[in-house]
């Protein structure tokens, strides 16, 4: 007979690890995360002994040993400075109930520190975060996006992202310098909180060399299931800002059976995906059910692929409601 332990030293049965409840079976050691009721001078591994802080279980984990945090989803998790993701194979999980947007495990960060250019930043390798909502609200002029992403093969799932600046071009919910990172079922930004002008303030920037130790640009970056949601308040406004050439250095960034929803009560923009320049060594490929609404044109310039096509270039007419 198999009995259940309540977590004394990870998540197992008779000492084998355990996948219920969307928390990974891994052979890595798992730390708990209460922002309520957790001690940051606790060792971490039950929830009767759990810290109070991500950075603090951050600093338990090891380096490529697959270990989990498991966050608290009934409190904000609330950083007082942005969490510098350099380790590798260490899995972040929240919730676990399959929200797309609304997650109950929330990490935050405020301020105007100018340190921080991001709120979480990632340059591990074989990193994953699971069911977890970013929420930045870090205002320096510094600060350039609410996640950056430098990593390689990152998963996010069930993931959102929100950052707070509405009146800074080129600031973003997500910058992204990823090799090999896939999104899944994530969503980008709200259609409630306006741009403040007639700004290009997209949900993802692509800018090379923006993620501070990364691999610098972008290669073969996958967005499956996933939300764009903008209130512009203009229509030079777009959801994802590919800035030059250089911020894509191989294969592609695919977006398969996603959503561009610019709220109704904001201007309509031009085109959802701009391209500032035309790609030479890469493709932004559009596939599955992707599609805009509100939106002028999906996306214009040469490297754009569509369907089953493979133009070298391509505007994309959108539904408009």
């Keep these: 007979m198999s009995y259940l332990t309540n977590f004394p030293y990870g998540v197992s049965s008779n000492g084998v690890p355990l996948l219920g409840g969307g928390i990974p079976a891994t052979a890595g050691t798992y730390y708990f995360v209460d922002a309520t009721n957790g001690y940051d001078g606790n060792d971490g591994r039950s929830w009767d002994t759990a810290v109070k802080t ?37 899995h972040f999980v929240g919730d676990t109930f399959g929200r797309i947007y609304g997650q109950g495990a929330k990490i935050a ?3 105007t520190a100018v340190t921080d250019i991001h709120m979480v930043s990632n340059t591990g390798t074989r990193n994953t975060f699971t069911g977890i909502k970013f929420i930045a609200s870090n205002t320096a002029t510094e600060t350039t996006a609410a996640v950056g992403e430098g990593g390689e ?20 919910d997500l910058l992204l310098n990823s090799d090999g990172g896939q999104f899944i079922n994530c969503t980008f930004g709200n259609t409630s909180t306006p741009a403040v002008g007639a700004i290009i303030r997209p949900n ?16 073969d970056v996958l967005f499956r299931g996933c939300k764009f949601l903008r209130h512009h308040g203009g229509t030079q406004g777009a959801f994802v800002n590919v800035v030059a050439d250089a911020d894509i250095t191989r294969g592609f960034i695919e977006f398969e059976n996603c959503s561009f929803i610019a709220a109704s009560t904001g201007a309509e923009p031009a085109v959802a995906i701009k391209l500032g320049a035309s790609l030479t060594n890469s493709e932004v490929i559009l596939s599955g059910s992707t599609v805009g609404y509100n939106v002028s044109t999906m996306a214009t310039g040469t490297g754009v692929i569509a369907g089953n096509g493979t133009p070298t270039s391509i505007t994309i007419g959108i539904q408009s409601t």
């Design 153 to 172: 093969y990152t998963v996010y799932t069930n993931c959102s992202f929100e950052g707070a600046k509405m009146t800074t071009t080129g600031y973003a």
């Design 109 to 111: 960060l405020a301020g």
């Design 54 to 90: 991500v950075a603090q279980a951050y600093s338990l984990v090891t380096t490529n040993k697959d270990d989990v945090i498991v966050l608290s989803t009934i409190s904000t998790h609330t950083l007082t400075a942005f969490l510098d993701v350099t380790k590798s194979r260490v």
């Design 204 to 219: 993802i920037i692509t800018t090379a060399g923006g993620v501070a130790g990364g691999v610098g640009s972008s290669k």
